[in-house]
């Protein structure tokens, strides 16, 4: 059991991807996140896949998108017989814990994590789902608004920051009790922050970082309403863009505590990386470290995700471990190829679900190989009024909703996705080609059929379980306060040795 390697997860929320073309930009102020890109394969085009916290993480834990896992938003169920990297490892011998953040939406809170350390930071119920009877219908008390960009600045304690404050302290705690010996299994824990999402307000020690930066504006100047993509347009409308003038004050403000917060998560995973060494741990440990989605920073004036630009689907992804030598890869990858990789590493067949998977093990291109496979992504959430999907194919990205004219973009020539060439004839061929593939992965009418009857089901039965008397699904950490520090059913003197790493010095 032992000669398995340790596994640590390390996820953040909606951290553009962009920022990270190899490692954090040089003018991050992330040491300890550059120090693990120096020794990690760096995959510069990681897509999640979806742009939003609960489809895309369902679908990084399990491999599968969203249409297969049926949690096409932040309200929908994730399957408990649906399996996660969680439950192959657990199954193949590993203790799993899980500090943080998850956003499983029903009464499985755990989804083949042995132990759950915190709760989690969004609800649990069925509260936050769309209906795509009503398109256009604002859902105002849990729709994002631009008042997180207007609010923008400086706090010491939030609500986010308690509870990222709460996912280090516990991650800390797991990885010194690891290495008690207590257990003889390798383990697996996932340490799953929710900065750098929004509300942008970030503690003065690490707003003060950025006084100077010269990366405070977008690039690409918000664009009239007019002149946006028809998603785009049903972002800001979803957004509530019309009761809110922006400042530029405000805009520099927002993007400074982002990344501020960048720099204030890579202390708490600093933390947990000194602890991981300290406790010589760290040599026999596989680290990754990756994001769900992340946030397009008010570039073309959209903020948040929900889009398939890269600023809100592409995030960063590194992994370090044992047998790989560290090195960039830049060809598309996906989060759902994070559940096969992991699996790969540590020798795990995933041969009984491989048909139902739609990731692949990066393992073979992080040795220096190639990838055929296209790059797939799903949305169907807020801001949408049937399904859109995306497929990105080396420097091709393209961009299909029924309701929308296509969308295609050359990555390379224009990073910033300005220009449509599905409109150029001198490009018909590679539409035509792009559009075939997408035909082929989607039933864009079944798909959108399924969404519905998702949310119309979910609707009933939320309003039903809020009569009467109401049992929450959201996990309930348990604290055996009896079993812990010092008790009388205890003999002292064993205690104190076998709570002490590392014993006898």
């Known amino acids: 059991m032992t000669s398995r390697p340790n596994i640590l997860v390390l996820m953040v929320d909606q951290l553009n991807g962009t920022l990270f073309p190899d490692g954090p930009a040089d003018w991050l102020h992330a040491p300890n996140l550059k120090a693990l890109a120096c020794r990690s394969v760096r995959f510069a085009n990681t897509y999640t896949a979806s742009p939003l916290c609960a489809p ?18 932040n309200a929908a169920e994730f399957a408990s017989d649906i399996p996660t990297y969680a439950h192959h490892l657990r199954r193949a011998g590993y203790r799993t814990a899980l ?22 930071v969004y609800p649990a119920d069925f509260g936050w789902t769309p209906d795509y009877r009503k398109p256009g219908e604002r859902i105002a008390w849990w729709y994002h608004n631009l008042s997180s960009v207007t609010g923008a600045g400086v706090a010491e304690i939030t609500n986010q920051l308690e509870y990222d404050d709460e996912v280090a302290f516990h991650a800390k705690a797991k990885i010194y009790d690891n290495s008690r010996g207590r257990d003889d299994r390798p383990w697996m824990l996932t340490a799953s922050f929710t900065h750098p999402h929004d509300p942008y307000v970030a503690r003065r ?7 100077d930066c010269e990366h405070l504006e977008p690039q690409v100047a918000a664009l009239p309403y007019e002149e946006m993509d028809p998603h785009s347009q ?49 040599e026999n440990t596989i680290i990754l470290f990756v994001s769900d989605h992340g946030d397009m920073l008010g570039e073309k004036g959209l903020w948040f995700k929900m889009s398939f630009f890269d600023g809100s689907s592409r995030v960063p992804l590194m992994i370090s471990a ?12 996906s989060t759902l190829d994070v559940n096969s990789t992991l699996a790969e590493l540590v020798g ?11 990731g692949e093990s990066l393992v073979e291109l992080a040795k ?8 797939r992504m799903e949305y169907a959430a807020e801001a949408s009024y049937a399904p859109l999907v995306a497929i990105v194919e080396g420097r091709w990205k393209y961009i299909r909703c029924a309701l929308d004219p296509e969308l295609l973009f050359d990555l390379k020539a224009d990073p910033h996705e300005l220009t449509n060439l599905a409109v150029d004839p001198a490009y018909a061929e590679t539409l035509t080609r792009l559009r075939a ?3 082929d992965y989607w039933d864009l009418q079944a798909y959108d059929a399924e969404i519905r009857e998702s949310q119309a089901r979910r609707h009933i039965v939320y309003e039903a379980l809020r009569n009467g008397s109401f049992f929450p699904w959201d996990f309930e950490p348990l604290r055996r306060a009896s079993e812990r520090y010092m008790r009388n059913h205890m003999d002292l003197n064993v205690l104190e040795t076998n709570q002490r790493f590392p014993r006898g010095e």
């Open 348 to 358: 795990i067949d995933l041969g009984e679900v491989s048909p139902w998977t739609d």
């Open 56 to 73: 895309g993480r369902a679908s990084y834990m399990s491999g599968q998108l969203p249409r297969r896992t049926g949690v096409y938003d």
């Open 437 to 439: 593939r997408a035909c």
């Open 99 to 120: 500090s943080g953040k998850m956003h499983f939406v029903g009464p499985d809170q755990l989804h083949g994590f042995e132990e759950r350390l915190t709760t989690d």
């Open 368 to 375: 220096g190989g190639t990838r055929t496979t296209p790059v």
């Open 322 to 333: 044992p047998r790989l030598e560290p090195r960039l890869v830049e060809t598309p990858v």
């Open 205 to 211: 020690k690490y707003w003060d970082v950025y006084e």
């Open 234 to 282: 049903r972002i800001f409308d979803a957004n509530d863009w019309r009761a809110f003038e922006l400042s530029e004050t405000q805009i520099r403000r927002s993007r400074r505590a982002y990344f501020a917060n960048i720099s204030y998560i890579d202390e708490r995973i600093g933390e947990i990386l000194e602890a991981l060494q300290t406790t010589r741990q760290a």
